[in-house]
């Protein structure tokens, strides 16, 4: 089947995806373009973990307000081109992540950020409520892992549920996006301010 | 002269200022309300010293976005009461601020911001300039103290040039809005990202 320019292009605008993979996803999806898009999505998945560890440093700075201007975030998303950084898929990404900051107060991004002696420090509080609630000694170092996990999904932007759909982490819908858009992206710093906070 | 309430309650609105203050300033200029204006701005001068060092924790959180989303500015400044923190006059310093940041980059709000060991090394750095410069040995601590000056000038914010008014420092606007509206105002806290960089 031949696929139009017209159908590339907009299928291209739509998910950031290389143009042969749009003409691909179009000849399998007989010139479909939602099912297309589904194609790229699912096909994506593997294309993925290919995609993550490329340089990314082009993208968006991006700050979201809360009404009454109490609390702020402003965040800066990274992918490979400046294409993708106006693709409205990637500047929803974008806007999603920074209500997740306001909405769940993340201190990091990812856990390889959270300073070994703060885990140190939890650590050593988790196993003395462990050791408090009367857990059998045996299994309080397996408590303790269990919690850490919390810990981490509570504190790092990317482990934590996605306010938008809680089954979902945000770093799930970071990789569906890397999937469906064909870029590596890169969640690469935020700060998030709250009147009269520190 | 009988003062409108009316009059009162617009001049508060559009400076901020107490409603004994505003009463006076249009008994002062016959109901003038631009005259009011004035004369809060002039009065004010005395009354901003006393105002410096009141508890400030109201305010705004304000974020520029330059077109093009590459460079992003974050800040809080604070006042006392919300009243002042929905002013006209205070949100547009606000702005003014933060567009102050997204244009000259600096580094921290105040020169008590600026950590000694930087001062130290920069004032190496300036002294072998000014020996390399052929400078008598006994000017050499006067130039050097000099520069600092214009690094403290170049790298906090309240001691830069106004952007819209660069025969003024931004400190002299801060005082100025502490004058006309009548409240402490702090600048507490700037981020500014760039895109890419640190």
């Known amino acids: 089947m031949e696929v139009p320019a017209s159908l590339v292009k907009e299928l291209r605008f739509k998910t950031g995806a290389g143009v042969m993979q749009c003409k ?7 010139g479909d373009i939602e099912a297309a898009v589904r194609w790229l999505r699912e096909k994506g998945g593997a294309a993925a973990a290919k995609r993550v560890g490329r340089v990314a440093k082009e993208g968006l700075i991006y700050s979201y307000i809360h009404p009454g201007s109490k609390i702020g975030v402003m ?34 991004v990812s856990r390889d950020q959270v300073p070994a ?11 003395k409520q462990a050791e408090g609630e009367g857990k059998p ?3 309080i170092e397996k408590i303790v892992t269990g919690r850490i996990e919390k810990f981490y999904g509570q504190v790092c932007l990317l482990e934590q549920p996605f306010v938008k759909d809680m089954n979902r982490s945000v770093q799930d819908m970071v990789t569906e996006a890397i999937a469906t858009i064909g870029e590596n992206i890169v ?7 709250q009147l009269g906070g520190d």
Chains 1, 2 share one sequence.
């Open 24 to 30: 691909e996803a179009l000849t399998a999806s007989n």
């Open 75 to 108: 965040i800066e998303v990274n992918c490979e081109t400046d294409f993708v950084a106006r693709n409205p898929q990637f500047e929803q990404l974008v806007k999603d992540l920074a209500m997740q900051v306001a909405a769940s107060s993340p201190t990091c």
């Open 117 to 127: 002696d703060v885990i140190e420090v939890e650590k050593d509080i988790l196993k």
């Open 137 to 139: 000694a045996q299994v």
């Open 187 to 193: 969640v690469r710093r935020f700060v998030r301010y």
